[in-house]
Every structure is written in C-alpha cells, then in structure tokens.
Nanobody, 118 residues
Framework: QVQLVESGGGLVQPGGSLRLSCAAT????????MGWYRQAPGNQRELVAT???????TSADSVKGRFTVSRDNGKNTVYLQMNNLKSEDTAVYYC????????????WGQGTQVAVSS
C-alpha cells in the first residue's frame, strides 16, 4: 500500500519560514519524480515545485528564489523549504509521486495546511 504523508505545515507570520516534509512508503522512492502542489480555497490545485529522480528541480515563478525542493532517497522523503512566506502562499500543500515506466503511476498525499498571517 502506497502512502505519502506530509508534515510541517502550520501558521506563520509573513516573512517567516516553514519546512514541509513528505515521507513515502510502498514505492521505490528513488524511481519517482516528486512534486509539491498547493490549493487555496476557491482555486485550482497548482504546481509549486518538482524534483526528478536525477535531482533536477523546477519551480513556479511565484515561488522562485523563496522555495527550495530537495529529496533524501535514503529516507524516502521529499522536502519543501519555504522562506519569506507571503499571505498568498496560504494553501493546503500536497506532495505527489509520479513515474512513467511505461504507464503512469501517480500517488498523492493527504495534504498539510499552511497559513501565512499576522
């Protein structure tokens, strides 16, 4: 059974930092591209950042220079370091594991809430 469990969310003031973690079980983690997505109330889920099996990262323009995605294959965990948080970063953050090998294998976590407010 595949499980992705996010943690590290919470309430933070503007300008603050949080580090999200997503621990995966039930998959060969090193074979999966990992991604962070977020969904604010009334909005569609959007891509935040991804990291490939080879460690290549991409991120949305809105978080470039503030958020950093990384992975530890030994711990089957992907991280999202979020700095200089803004109110518009408030959302539920989800991690996703994806592999095309052939066929698409895609798994989602349950999400963790991030609230940025003074």
């Amino acid at each position: 059974q595949v499980q992705l469990v996010e943690s590290g969310g919470g309430l933070v003031q503007p300008g603050g930092s949080l580090r999200l973690s997503c621990a995966a079980t039930g998959i060969t983690f090193r074979l999966y591209t990992m991604g962070w997505y977020r969904q604010a109330p009334g909005n569609q889920r959007e891509l935040v950042a991804t990291i490939t099996t080879g460690g290549i990262t991409t991120s949305a323009d809105s978080v470039k220079g503030r958020f950093t995605v990384s992975r530890d294959n030994g711990k089957n965990t992907v991280y999202l370091q979020m700095n200089n948080l803004k109110s518009e970063d408030t959302a539920v953050y989800y991690c996703k594991a994806e592999r095309r090998a052939p066929g698409l294998y895609e798994y989602w976590g349950q999400g963790t809430q991030v609230a940025v407010s003074s």
